[in-house]
């Protein structure tokens, strides 16, 4: 018998004046970043898990644009699958939980994604930063 978890989250591409929001997590020891986040809890939808999410890790509200992209990650007890959104900010400024020690706003462009986490990297490097910037606009 399988005795493996499977969990899935959502995390937000939070976009401001062509910059993106990266966090570092107070648990790591390596100076990568991640995009915020987290797990769905039972009887929420990926949207409602976005709002709760962003709002007790960065204290702000979001407005989700559209769905981005998806990610896994893959440890030997447990499977998280997500997606990402789009976001901009709705209001709000931004001050970090206990969960993260850290943020960046970094240059959204391809050269950003070496200080992401490789779960993030690997799927941003597949991203056309120049046509998500004129969606924005």
């Not at 995390?11 to 401001?16: D, E, P, S, V």
């Not at 997500?82 to 960046?104: A, N, P």
């Amino acid at each position: 018998m399988n005795n493996k978890i499977i969990y899935f989250a959502t995390k937000a591409l939070i976009i401001k004046d062509n910059k993106f929001l990266a966090v570092h997590k107070s648990s790591v020891d390596h100076n990568l970043f991640e995009l915020p986040g987290g797990r769905l809890e039972y009887g929420e939808t990926p949207e409602e898990t976005l709002d709760r999410e962003i709002k007790e890790e960065l204290s702000l509200k979001v407005n989700p644009l559209r769905i981005l992209d998806t990610w896994t990650y893959i440890d030997d007890n447990f499977q998280i699958a997500g997606i990402i959104y789009l976001c901009t900010i709705k209001e709000g400024t931004v001050t970090l939980s206990d969960e993260h020690d850290r943020f960046e706003w970094l240059p959204f462009e391809k050269e950003s994604t070496k200080y992401m986490n490789c779960i993030f990297e690997g799927r941003m490097n597949k991203w056309d930063f120049e046509v998500l910037l004129k969606e924005l606009q």
